[in-house]
């Protein structure tokens, strides 16, 4: 009795960038059985591109920060009923901080639209600062899948960062070197579009940018509310108007006691990465209950 051999076989076609997967028997024969997978966009360029931008990049980022950052006040402040809590003290870091110290926030993530969204709370002038304006990490395979895509990201001072490449990738290195230079970054360390709004672990990159920070920068948590509501995370994917969102800026947090005690210590770069981004974690938390109660005292408030 003969026994057919054959093995799997995957080829790239070159014009669409697209694998075939196909099955190849003994003769030499393959038969496509079917289209596997597109490949990813080439990201490659993006990093090196924005550590030496040219004066037209400077030009084109300048009015695309801006005029997001316009519209995104527009619909939070004009077509929802958006609350805001603490905002002075987003203002304060922003405003008053001094030039060599970094900032980052963190935030829940529960709708594509909270990057840009939660700037809509800012003042009309720090929009207008797109110089001054966030670094923003965003998920490569959904804001970079295609050259056109890619250059209003980017143009946007976001950073492409893949997920399941862990805390050394080109997009943490580029936000370390960001905050050395006393710039903004934000962060959801949660990851992803947490649509079931569970509290999930951290992701450390957050952890590590804050260890690895030539000088420890400010950090101010932030819990907004209602973010989904405005934009869902099904179909039909549009804004909506007329939504309650609630947005809470935490209490700074300056954890350079936290980092001086680690490097006195010895502590491994595992070890520091894991202790800063579960202070993180747990301020977050914190924010997260007092943000929901102080919206649901306020709703029991307006139905009476």
């Known amino acids: 009795m003969s026994e057919k051999v054959s093995s799997s076989v995957h080829i790239i076609h070159p014009s669409t960038n697209t694998v075939m997967s196909g099955v190849n028997d003994l003769s030499g024969n393959m038969s496509v059985k079917s289209v596997a997978m597109k490949m990813g966009y080439d990201i490659k360029w993006i990093v090196p591109t924005l550590r030496q931008p040219t004066r037209l990049w400077h030009f084109a980022s300048s009015?695309?920060?801006?005029?997001?950052?316009?519209?995104?006040?527009?619909?939070?402040?004009?077509?929802?009923?958006?609350?805001?809590?603490?905002?002075?003290?987003?203002?304060?870091?922003?405003?008053?901080?001094?030039?060599?110290?970094?900032?980052?926030?963190?935030?829940?993530?529960?709708?594509?639209?909270?990057?840009?969204?939660?700037?809509?709370?800012?003042?009309?002038?720090?929009?207008?600062?797109?110089?001054?304006?966030?670094?923003?990490?965003?998920?490569?395979?959904i804001c970079f899948t295609q050259s056109m895509h890619a250059t209003f990201f980017t143009w946007g001072k976001c950073v492409p960062v893949?997920?399941?490449?862990?805390?050394?990738?080109?997009?943490?290195?580029?936000?370390?070197?960001?905050?050395?230079?006393?710039?903004?970054?934000?962060?959801?360390?949660?990851?992803?579009?947490?649509?079931?709004?569970?509290?999930?672990r951290l992701k450390w990159g957050i952890g590590r940018m804050i260890?690895?920070?030539?000088?420890?920068?400010?950090?101010?948590?932030?819990?907004?509310?209602?973010?989904?509501?405005m934009l869902p995370n099904t179909p039909p994917y549009y804004l909506r108007i007329g939504k309650q969102i609630t947005f809470n800026y935490g209490k700074p947090l300056d954890l350079s006691p936290v980092v001086k005690k680690l490097r006195a210590r010895n502590a491994t770069d595992v070890e520091a990465r894991k202790e800063i981004t579960d202070i993180i974690q747990l301020e977050l938390l914190k924010l997260k209950e007092e943000t929901e109660v102080t919206d649901d005292e306020e709703a029991d408030v307006s139905e009476r």
Do not use: Y
Request: hydrophobic letters at 40%.
């Open 63 to 141: 009015i695309t920060v801006s005029m997001v950052g316009l519209f995104s006040k527009i619909i939070i402040k004009f077509f929802n009923n958006a609350k805001v809590h603490n905002r002075h003290v987003i203002l304060k870091a922003l405003n008053e901080r001094p030039k060599n110290v970094p900032l980052i926030t963190v935030s829940n993530h529960h709708s594509c639209f909270d990057d840009p969204g939660i700037w809509g709370t800012l003042n009309w002038s720090n929009l207008l600062r797109p110089s001054k304006m966030r670094w923003s990490l965003a998920a490569h395979d």
């Open 162 to 200: 893949i997920r399941g490449d862990g805390v050394f990738q080109p997009a943490i290195d580029f936000c370390i070197e960001q905050l050395g230079k006393g710039d903004w970054i934000h962060v959801f360390p949660e990851g992803k579009v947490n649509m079931t709004k569970e509290n999930i």
């Open 211 to 229: 260890f690895e920070s030539p000088v420890t920068p400010i950090i101010v948590p932030i819990w907004h509310i209602g973010m989904d509501d």
